[in-house]
Each structure stands twice: as structure tokens, then as C-alpha cells.
């Protein structure tokens, strides 16, 4: 088994493993040990990191891996690159900072109304920024040398079960609030520790100071590619974290918790998906490459299908299920406000789904600087709607506000890739498909609930499941909706039966 091969089977384990602890502390752990205010503080600081960091970097990971193989070369460390590429978070950190000091105290006006809580915990956000930025860069530099199984289970499972450990130290009151956010800073600097460790025993860690021959040309194509990929990866974090903090300012911290839980449940839904497009993805890359358009619009055409299908039944199942799961967290009372949100952001994020991996199309050809436009336009579009609607709707506004912004640019991508490659996923299966789905929602209305007790809301969720499942499955083999569906179900059970 080659190496790649064996990377990705065991960076996928880290992965899946990740998600589930991620499930776990989101829906039971921190909404019992963390009171609602809590929960939201500690959610913003986090995501607020995240969003800060994607400037600091300065697009250094990105620009790892699109010239890293321009300078690998293990007798030369490399020609300094990875020293070079940690020097441009410091840099961003400091820009970043600059700005920051006039417009902070701007920055905690915007939260002493509706959520006064938070503002003295805001400036933990700025170490934060840094040590994921740095994290970044050195995931970027394993990634390049082929090796990213380590650095994805420090990040999607050591760090999860660090988290969840000082929630648990912290709800069992072995220290206070601020000090298990300090815990938060902390873990996210030992998991940058941890990848320098890993990468010096690997024997990559290059250090030196060669890019100071780097040629300026060079320098200077990269500096333009990493300040492009910035103003894009920015808008992509605008468009996932903004809404929360106009939550903060409009409503207040707890409706912030609301809408964390709320849309994190409705974004399961995409989980499947996403193993699917990175299969897809590096098959669309080449053939778009080589400009084999008839194999491009097959993969377009079967990833839509598949895509529709899989997002559809994990719609159907949140769905049906969704006040039996609300029912099931802790402070249920205030959680189940979120019921609504979540199918809105589900249905939105199903349908953009099913139309195709229209954003990889773009992002592979020569028109790939069009998604950076798009992804800026629907930041601006998101903050707009997000302060139009939650006067009126409150928090569902917020909501509704990323559902159209979703639609918007979904509806755009399709079109333009219709317009510019010819080539269009949709057909009146889709509306057959459509109806399926819809029988599928009836069915687990009609299903009756077993009881309010813990054990009765997991029976009704596990019964109405396996009921819908068995359904979906039966109608998608006998009318073999999906060739790769039929094929994968026909392999697995001609091994089962060996």
C-alpha cells in the first residue's frame, strides 16, 4: 500500500473520529457542563480566532501548497521556505494588531448592549489568531511532504478531547470560567508544539535563513497568490462566522448558543457529503485539465445525483427527528427555540448540494478567480441581510439570511456553469427524486413518537431511522436511481456473503 493511500485511510480515521467527539461535545458535553452565556462565549472566542487568523496568515498555507515543490530539496532544507512561511503569520500578527488598537475600543461597543458578558474575554481571541495561524502553516508544510495523518487527528481529535476535558474540569468546578478559557488558549499552542515535535523527528523541520536568496520574481508571484487566496479565504470565513457575532450585538449571547447548536446540527447534513467530494474533486481537476469535458460533465451529472440523494436522506432524518433531538439535550427548554433554524439552514444547504460541485468546476478551470468574487459579494450580502432581517424575525432572521445567501450563490455557480461549459446536472429525475424524499418525510411523520423519557425519544429517533433507511435503500436498489449507489450496495453484499 503506497503511502498517499495509507495517509488518507488513516487521516480519514482522525477525521471521522473527530467529527464524533465533535458531536458529542457540541450537543451533550458543553450544553451540560456550559451554561448558555458560557457555551456562546466560548463558541465566538473560538470561531472569532478563526476568523482573525485567516488574515494573519497572510495566505502562507496556501502559498506552501501551490510552490512548495518549486524548493524541496532535503540537502538544502528546503531553501528556508518553511522559515520563510512562519515569518508571515508573525508579520500578519502584527498588522493585524495595529489596527486593532484604535478600533478596540469601537470593537467592545458593539457588544456592551446585548451581551456585555463577552467583552472581557474578547482580547483572547488575538493569541488565538496566532497559534492557529501558525498551526496552519505547519499542517500546509506536512501536507506537502505527504504526511497529513498526524497533523489531522492533532487537530480533529487531540484537540477535540482536550476541549472536552477542560469543559468537564471546568463544570465539575475545579477552576473558574477565565481560566478555563486560558486552558482553550493554551491547548491550541500545545497542539502547535506537538506538530513542531512531529515534524523534527520526520527530519523537515528546516529552519534556516536560504530564502534570503529566494529569486524577487519568485517572491513576488507569491506574495500576489497569497494576498488573492487571503481576500477569499476571508470571505469564506465572514460568510461562517459573522452572523454570530451580529447575533451578540442584536440579541444577545443566548441566542448566540441557540443558533451554534442549531446550525451545527443542520450542517450533518453536508458531513457525507464531503468524503465525496474529495473524491471527486481531484478526478474533476485532471480531466478539466486535459479538457476531457465529456468526462467533467459525467462526474458533474453523477456527483449531483449523489449528492442530491445522500444530502436528501440526511434531511429527511434531521427533520423527523429534530424535536426528539432537541429533546435530548441538556436545557432542552431553551435549545428547542433552534427547531426552526435548523430546518432552514438544512433545506438551503440540501439544495445547493444537489447542484453540483459547481464551485470545484470553477475553482479547477481558468475561471477560478470568479469564486473569490462571489465568495467576497455574498460576505457583503450576508452582513446586510443578517442586520435587514433579525430586527424583524429575530434570530430565525439570521437564519434566513444564510439560507438565501446559500441559494444565491449556488443559483450563480450553476448558471454560470451552464453558460460557460455547456453543461447542466439537473433533470426530471431530480423531481421524481423529490418526490421520493417527500414520502419519506410522511412516512416518519406518521411514525408516533414512543415517549418523552431518554430512552423513548433514542427508540422513536433509532425506530423512525431505521424505518426511512430501510424505505430510501429498497426504493434506490430496485429502481437503481443511483449506478454508484447499486454498485457500492452489490459489493458490499457480495463480500458479506464470501
Excluded at 228 to 235: A, C, M, N, P
Amino acid at each position: 500500500m503506497g503511502l498517499i493511500i495509507r495517509q488518507s485511510i488513516k487521516s480519514s480515521v482522525g477525521y471521522y473520529l473527530g467529527v464524533i467527539l465533535g458531536a458529542i461535545n457540541t450537543l451533550f458535553i458543553a450544553t451540560y457542563y456550559l451554561s448558555v452565556d458560557e457555551l456562546a462565549i466560548s463558541r465566538l472566542l473560538i470561531e472569532n480566532s478563526l476568523l482573525f487568523a485567516t488574515f494573519v496568515h497572510l495566505g502562507s498555507p496556501y502559498i506552501i501548497d501551490r510552490f512548495f515543490s518549486r524548493f524541496k530539496n532535503s540537502e538544502k532544507g528546503n531553501d528556508g521556505m518553511l522559515g520563510l512561511m512562519l515569518l508571515f503569520p508573525v508579520l500578519g500578527f502584527i498588522l493585524f494588531l495595529i489596527p486593532l488598537l484604535f478600533v478596540n475600543a469601537g470593537f467592545k461597543e458593539l457588544f456592551l448592549e446585548k451581551s456585555p458578558s463577552l467583552i472581557p474575554f474578547l482580547w483572547m481571541s488575538i493569541p488565538m489568531s496566532l497559534f492557529w495561524s501558525l498551526t496552519m502553516v505547519l499542517e500546509a508544510y506536512s501536507r506537502a511532504n505527504k504526511r497529513i495523518a498526524v497533523p489531522t487527528f492533532l487537530r480533529e481529535t487531540l484537540y477535540r478531547i482536550l476541549n472536552i476535558a477542560t469543559i468537564v474540569i471546568y463544570g465539575s468546578g475545579y477552576i473558574s470560567f477565565y481560566a478555563f478559557l486560558i486552558l482553550n488558549v493554551i491547548i491550541l499552542l500545545v497542539i502547535f508544539v506537538l506538530l513542531l515535535i512531529y515534524l523534527n523527528r520526520l527530519g523537515v523541520l528546516h529552519l534556516n535563513l536560504n530564502f534570503i536568496r529566494f529569486d524577487k520574481n519568485i517572491l513576488k508571484e507569491m506574495a500576489k497568490f497569497g494576498g488573492f487566496v487571503l481576500i477569499g479565504s476571508l470571505g469564506v470565513n465572514l460568510v461562517m462566522f459573522i452572523d454570530r457575532n451580529i447575533i451578540a450585538q442584536e440579541i444577545g449571547t443566548q441566542a448566540v448558543a441557540i443558533f451554534v447548536i442549531a446550525s451545527y446540527i443542520a450542517t450533518t447534513i453536508e458531513i457525507p457529503a464531503k468524503a465525496l467530494k474529495s473524491i471527486s474533486s481531484p478526478i474533476l481537476a485532471d480531466n478539466l485539465f486535459h479538457s476531457k469535458m465529456s468526462k467533467v460533465d459525467e462526474i458533474y451529472k453523477k456527483s449531483a445525483l449523489n449528492l442530491m440523494l445522500i444530502g436528501g436522506i440526511m434531511l429527511v432524518l434531521v427533520c423527523v427527528n429534530i424535536e426528539s433531538l432537541l429533546s435530548l439535550l441538556p436545557k432542552k427548554d431553551i435549545y428547542m427555540q433552534g427547531k426552526w433554524i435548523v430546518i432552514v439552514i438544512a433545506t438551503a444547504k440540501w439544495i445547493d448540494m444537489s447542484l453540483g460541485l459547481n464551485s470545484e468546476i470553477i475553482a479547477f478551470s481558468k475561471y477560478y478567480k470568479v469564486n473569490t468574487v462571489l465568495v467576497i459579494l455574498m460576505a457583503i450580502l450576508v452582513v446586510s441581510l443578517n442586520y435587514l432581517f433579525i430586527p424583524t424575525l429575530g434570530l430565525m432572521g439570521s437564519a434566513v439570511a444564510t439560507a438565501t445567501v446559500t441559494l444565491i450563490s449556488g443559483a450563480f455557480r450553476l448558471l454560470f456553469v451552464r453558460y460557460k461549459f455547456g453543461m447542466n446536472p439537473l433533470s426530471i429525475r431530480e423531481l421524481y427524486i423529490l418526490f421520493l424524499f417527500s414520502g419519506l418525510f410522511m412516512i416518519g411523520i406518521i411514525i408516533p413518537d414512543l415517549g418523552t423519557t431518554t430512552a423513548e425519544l433514542i427508540g422513536t429517533i433509532a425506530l423512525k431511522s431505521l424505518l426511512i433507511l430501510s424505505a430510501f435503500i429498497m426504493v434506490l436498489i430496485r429502481f437503481n436511481i443511483s449506478q454508484d449507489i447499486t454498485y457500492l450496495y452489490q459489493n458490499i453484499k457480495r463480500k458479506a456473503l464470501d
